[in-house]
């Protein structure tokens, strides 16, 4: 079985800084894969970024970067620069080569960017 | 423009009725995915399907039903089994269902038991 937790109900951060969401999972598996997905208050889920578990080097999308530790069991979201418009809740996801490709989610963590 | 559409947004239900949310993608997307999200909560997988004419349960299956008999739709019927389906329905789709593919998310349906 796969867990995702995501200790960080709610976090602030001021309007340009940067804000690291913590997100650490838990599998058997050799070959899996991490995401990241954004919820805005509208319901729309938006993939983000992608982690695969035999990536040597970090993702990166524009202002968004994951820190990938495989021997923590982390993959944690950076956002630099942070806009008003990343306010929003977010979820770490992951799948695996033994889940059957189901992705499972953590609980999420409500970002509210501050002007 | 490519993309998910769920409807109804908004539907309320008396208890003991059964209720079809519709899912219908244009994207020629195989595989597709009906996701259930509580307040304060993260989604959880209610049924998937890989290709026409198949579907697997996931892991809260129990008083929900599915058919997949065409390729871009793939509707969820909330029987009058499950105990709580007060909750926000969320269809997704991703190309193959391949281990690295990001899901594509439909904008919601909010199903009320009154």
């Known amino acids: 079985a796969q867990k995702i937790t995501q200790t960080q109900p709610g976090m602030f951060v001021q309007e340009k800084e940067a804000v690291t969401l913590d997100c650490t999972y838990d599998t058997s598996d050799q070959s899996y894969g991490l995401f990241w997905y954004k919820q805005p208050s509208s319901g729309e889920m938006i993939f983000l970024i992608y982690q695969g578990s035999y990536d040597e080097q970090n993702a990166t999308e524009g202002r968004y970067s994951l820190n990938f530790q495989k021997a923590r069991k982390s993959a944690n979201l950076v956002i630099s620069a942070s806009q008003l418009g990343d306010s929003a809740m977010y979820f770490c996801?992951?799948?695996?080569?033994?889940?059957?490709?189901?992705?499972?989610f953590g609980s999420g963590t409500q970002l509210t960017v501050l002007p | 423009d490519g993309g998910i559409t769920q409807s109804p947004k908004y539907l309320f239900r008396k208890e003991g009725q059964n209720v079809t949310l519709s899912c219908e993608q244009n994207?020629?997307?195989?595989?597709m995915y009906w996701y259930r999200q509580d307040p304060g909560q993260g989604l959880r997988l209610i049924y998937y399907s890989q290709i026409v004419n198949d579907f697997q349960k996931g892991d809260i299956a129990e008083g929900y039903s599915v058919s997949r008999e065409k390729k871009e739709s793939f509707p969820l019927t909330v029987t009058s089994a499950q105990k709580n389906p007060t909750a926000f329905y969320l269809c997704?789709?991703?190309?193959?269902?391949?281990?690295?593919?990001?899901?594509?998310f439909g904008e919601g349906s909010r199903l009320t038991v009154l």
């Open positions: 994207l020629n997307h195989d595989a």
């Open positions: 997704a789709s991703s190309i193959e269902g391949r281990l690295s593919e990001e899901l594509f």
């Open positions: 996801a992951m799948t695996s080569s033994g889940s059957a490709r189901q992705l499972t």
